[in-house]
């Protein structure tokens, strides 16, 4: 699976949209973008994943460049709650099965300032 | 629907002890992984396993066995303890590529090796 590249850390005012980028320059064709996020110390939650079309769900909208080789992950109206550590991921899928690895990096801490 | 299950949550273990940590999943899929978190690190893959009766390394399997008896249990061994293994345990579990790709975690296991 590609590698990804993200910052080390971001902060965020309360209310305000957060943007989480993500660098995956070696990303290949079958290849999704998957985010996820943990929170303190629980467990890593699902937030997110797309191809290359934008997608939105009720937790975020996810934004991949044209050429897929970034993306952005964004939470509309950051709460404290969003406080955590973002993952951003790249996994193969294919007819036959995919990776079956699931790798994650060292992710991006977002801090939600009130 | 209970999700993704491990037992136990608090572990403290003398140095050359052994322990098996326990994950269940009720969502009858068939991988499963067993990560290590340390303190300022993001998830490292131990083992996984994409079906009973199977498994495969990840990134450091040094210092653990696993074993996929039953779909539903995917089990983490630590033969012989050592303060190096003093980490927090997830366990996630995840469908095929056939059509979902998103991974359940449990809450994790602290062990602190002494």
């Known amino acids: 699976d590609a590698k990804t590249t993200q910052p080390t850390s971001m902060d965020c005012a309360e209310g305000r949209a957060a943007n989480l980028p993500c660098n995956h320059s070696?990303?290949?064709?079958?290849?999704?973008v998957y985010w996820y996020r943990q929170i303190h110390s629980q467990g890593p939650q699902y937030i997110i994943h797309g191809l290359k079309n934008n997608e939105t769900n009720e937790m975020a909208s996810l934004i991949i460049t044209e050429d897929r080789k970034s993306s952005t992950l964004i939470l509309p109206h950051a709460t404290l709650r969003d406080t955590a550590v973002y993952y951003c991921i790249v996994r193969a899928k294919t007819t036959q099965g995919g990776s079956e690895k699931l790798v994650f990096g060292k992710g991006m801490k977002l801090t939600v300032n009130p | 629907n209970a999700g993704v299950t491990q037992t136990p949550k608090f572990r403290v273990l003398k140095t050359g002890q052994s322990m098996t940590l326990l994950c269940a999943q009720d969502?009858?899929?068939?991988?499963m992984y067993w990560y290590r978190q340390d303190p300022g690190m993001g998830l490292r893959l131990i083992h996984y396993?994409?079906?009973?009766?199977?498994?495969a390394k990840g990134e450091v399997p040094d210092g653990y066995n696993v074993s996929r008896l039953k779909k539903q249990n995917f089990l983490l061994g630590l033969e012989s303890a050592a303060p190096s293994q003093t980490s927090v345990y997830f366990c996630?579990?995840?469908?095929?590529?056939?059509?979902?790709?998103?991974?359940?975690f449990g809450q994790g296991t602290r062990l602190t090796v002494v």
């Open positions: 996630a579990s995840s469908y095929t590529w056939t059509g979902y790709g998103e991974a359940f």
């Open positions: 969502m009858n899929h068939e991988y």
């Open positions: 396993s994409v079906g009973e009766g199977t498994t």
């Open positions: 070696t990303i290949s064709g079958n290849e999704y």
